[in-house]
């Protein structure tokens, strides 16, 4: 089977993609090595083969997440040639401070650090290289340029084949693409979260021909309407401590996905596949990354890409969008803190 595809560089990457953070680290029901193996078995059998991982990944220790992802190419039945592979470098030392309240982190983007941070990445993916290599955070103590030109350098020695930039600010980008050429630029997008479209990241992109990759496009499974309650969340998992999901905000927030709901039935789909083609119809240069540790849910978002939005639709969705008021930042404060905006 194949999916449609959409550019990264030259490269023809099939859309959407698969978020596999979900499987290791801070969503509920992390850890299940077996049946996350068999959902990127199946992932790879239904031809949904641009995944997403990252260093940080990890419940239990850095690089979790990408030993899984090697697992599945040893093991699962997965031949990684055929996998479009973006990885991305945190430098998040403390894993499980987006859980504290008061948690602080360290993001480094040093030459030294990049150097050293793909070599672990290679290795605990056990991989000769990587397509796409973000910077997950942007360093505000190093220069973009100092570390893009690291990222460059791992291109040349043909330890990458993409660079990518993650929650970078669109001065960011537009000075990084002056050192290097940068193919991708992953940013939260969906329904709930369309600030790239006023921050210039979305501008900056369509100028420069940078792919957008959408992550937490179903908003982290608020917008698929799953959700009914913060008790569906345990004091474990990420979303607990996430303003979006507070208490206060939480059944503020329902009040939006009972309107995506509505529209989907009217629609004929379900609230994640609108979601999801509603991500894909903004802009022909983006690529949702969903995450699922579910067959069925894996299935449901593959089936988005049938879902076709007319342009008397896409007005409909605006106008819902514009009548509410997402209720509560999407990071904690010591998280929103650091990032490059
Ligand atoms: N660059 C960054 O800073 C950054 C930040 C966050 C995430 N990401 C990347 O983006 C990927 C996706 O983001 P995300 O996982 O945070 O959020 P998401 O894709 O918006 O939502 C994932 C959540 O939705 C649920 N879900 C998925 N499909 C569903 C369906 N069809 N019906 C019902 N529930 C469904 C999942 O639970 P089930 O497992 O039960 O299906 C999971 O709890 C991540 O895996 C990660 O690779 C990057």
């Not at 239904?46 to 990252?54: K, N």
Request: charged share 25%; hydrophobic share 35%; net charge negative.
């Amino acid at each position: 089977m194949s999916l449609p595809t959409r550019k990264i560089g030259n490269a023809d990457v099939p859309y959407p993609g698969l978020g596999t953070m979900g499987m290791s680290a801070f969503y509920d029901g992390a850890g299940k090595t077996e049946s996350n193996l068999t959902v990127l078995k199946a992932a790879y059998d239904s031809g949904c083969r641009f995944w997403d991982t990252a260093d940080m990944y990890g419940n239990h220790h850095m690089g979790e997440n990408e030993q899984l992802l090697a697992k599945a190419f040893k093991e699962g039945g997965v031949k990684r040639e055929d996998i479009f592979l973006g990885t991305y470098s945190s430098s998040t030392t403390k894993f499980g401070n987006f859980r504290a309240p008061d948690g602080t982190r360290s993001i480094i983007g040093t030459p030294a650090y990049v150097a050293s941070a793909i070599d672990k990445s290679l290795a605990d993916l056990q991989v000769p290289f990587v397509d796409l290599y973000y910077q997950h955070r942007v360093d505000k103590n190093t220069p973009i340029e100092e570390t893009v030109g690291a990222m460059q350098k791992l291109k040349e020695a043909g330890k990458i084949r993409h660079i990518g930039l993650s929650e970078c600010s669109a001065e960011t980008l537009r000075r990084a693409s002056k050192v290097a050429k940068v193919d991708a630029v992953q940013w939260e997008y969906s329904l709930w979260e369309t600030s790239i479209e006023t921050n210039g990241v979305l501008e900056a992109c369509k100028e420069l021909g940078i792919t957008l990759v959408a992550y937490s496009p179903l908003g982290r499974g608020m917008l698929t309407g799953k959700l009914k309650s913060r008790a569906d969340l345990s004091p474990t998992d990420f979303r607990y401590h996430s303003p979006r999901f507070s208490e206060e905000n939480f059944p503020k927030n329902l009040e939006l996905v009972d309107k995506i709901t509505a529209f989907a039935e009217k629609k004929g789909c379900t609230p994640a596949q609108l979601a999801l083609a509603w991500v894909h119809a903004q802009w022909e240069g983006i690529i949702a990354i969903p995450g699922t540790t579910r067959l069925e849910g894996l299935k449901e978002n593959i089936g988005s890409v049938g879902v076709e939005l007319t342009d008397e639709e896409l007005k409909e969705v605006r106008v819902l969008l514009d009548s509410f008021v997402v209720q509560g930042d999407r990071y904690p404060a010591a998280a929103m803190a650091s990032l490059n905006v």
